[in-house]
């Protein structure tokens, strides 16, 4: 082991450690001068230790045998007094833990199953399949000897024998991500594949290169990518419409490919914050020919109806396409409607009374036996209505909902799951 207490200049040549620690206490982030982070001088050849003034950023020229210098650089957002920062170069050992990421990386043409790069520019809302099947040779190990760092940036500088050329999407994206721990990110970043975003940390996130900022935590750093093998669009959405056909909505899709589509779901709501489930529509498989899909719902909101579909690969992964709306003018039917969602529900069960007549009535709940487990009077002078009802020391079960006024008896099964 090697202490260095006041500047480390490298000129020339490697310091060869071995399995040691070269440790530079002097905490000025300029107490290193003329290290290089690539090429094959000027580095050190295993473990680099160095003190910190607790802010700044500091540069790591370290290296492996056989890969030349393979360096990295942290800049210290938040600390406490004047902590260490540790790394060294070991053979990558960290598989992803998620072998496949969805971002929205360019637009896709109509028809068919399209590799990325062969698309469009611009972006489609659309999720695009990113599938790691690139990895650098070496991982960057970085440890907070004695802790005090709570938040960090980090470069790594992966070159040479140590770096891989990914696909390029038709927007100039190269399809390569920093991986720490073997996710793109803070350690439990979500993992489904929700609405695309590009702020969003994680698997909603688009390749993030060669660096991750806001990190919290340390751990193992490695860089994964993705070639053309296996990035595509599992199901491409041709089109997703809704119609009006008297008191009830038509919603029409059809998808120009399907690639390992298990179903559909497809969920609705009343104010396109809080959606459930509205059915399952069982998918193709894959297709590379346009299919048709087409649900009638029966049960309109006074006003706009939000509906958005929601595919499921046979491995349980998902994506959700855009949201659409209609507004069939329900207020326009005279009879009065009960609605109750999600259904089956678990400890809340939303009730929407619509078109009412009069300005009181009473809500019921009945078990399977018909006895009488809940009842309340309501008042208002709305034509429309809604309250959520808890119903979280309900036995699972079917249930029947019950709304009775002077002149409208109205009742919906509701199941406990």
Known sequence: NITVSNELTLNSGII???????????????????????????????????TTTGTGTYTFPIGYTGHGAQGLSVKLNSSS???????????????????????DVEAHPGGGTHI????????????????????????????????GISSYNITVYGNGTNNFT??????????????????????????????????ETGFLMCPTGYSLSGLTSFSHFDLRGADGG?????????????ECNNSTSILKWSTASETNNDYFILEKSKDMLN???????????????????????????????YYRLKQVDFDGRTTIYNTISINCDKSAYESPTLIAYPNPFTNELNVVIENLQETEFVLE????????????????TETSFHTILDMNNLLPSVYNLRSRSDNNVLNVKVVKK
């Open 16 to 50: 060869d450690l071995g399995a040691n620690t070269l440790f530079l206490t002097n905490s000025s982030s300029s107490s290193l001068v003329g290290g290089s982070t690539s090429g094959t001088d000027k580095y050190i050849l295993g473990k680099l230790q160095r």
């Open 81 to 103: 007094g004047t902590p260490n920062l540790l790394a060294f170069l070991e053979p990558n050992a960290t598989p992803p833990i998620y072998s496949i990421a969805y971002c």
């Open 116 to 147: 990325i790069g062969t698309g469009t520019t611009g972006y489609d809302g659309i999720l695009d399949k990113i599938e790691f099947n690139l990895a650098s040779a070496l991982q960057w190990d970085v440890t907070n000897p004695g802790g």
């Open 166 to 199: 990914p696909i390029t999407t038709v927007n100039g994206l190269e399809l390569r991500y920093l991986m720490k721990n073997g996710e793109p990110g803070n350690t439990g970043v979500p993992t489904g594949t929700a609405e695309p975003s590009f702020s």
């Open 230 to 242: 296996g990035s595509v669009l599992p199901v491409e959405l041709f089109d997703f419409t809704a």
């Open 275 to 305: 959606f459930f489930e509205l059915t399952r529509i069982e998918g193709a498989g894959n297709s590379n020919t346009i299919l048709s899909y087409s649900v009638i719902d029966n049960e309109l909101f006074e006003g706009d109806n």
């Open 365 to 380: 709940l009945y078990d399977n036996i018909g006895k009488l487990i809940f009842s309340q009077t309501y008042s208002t």
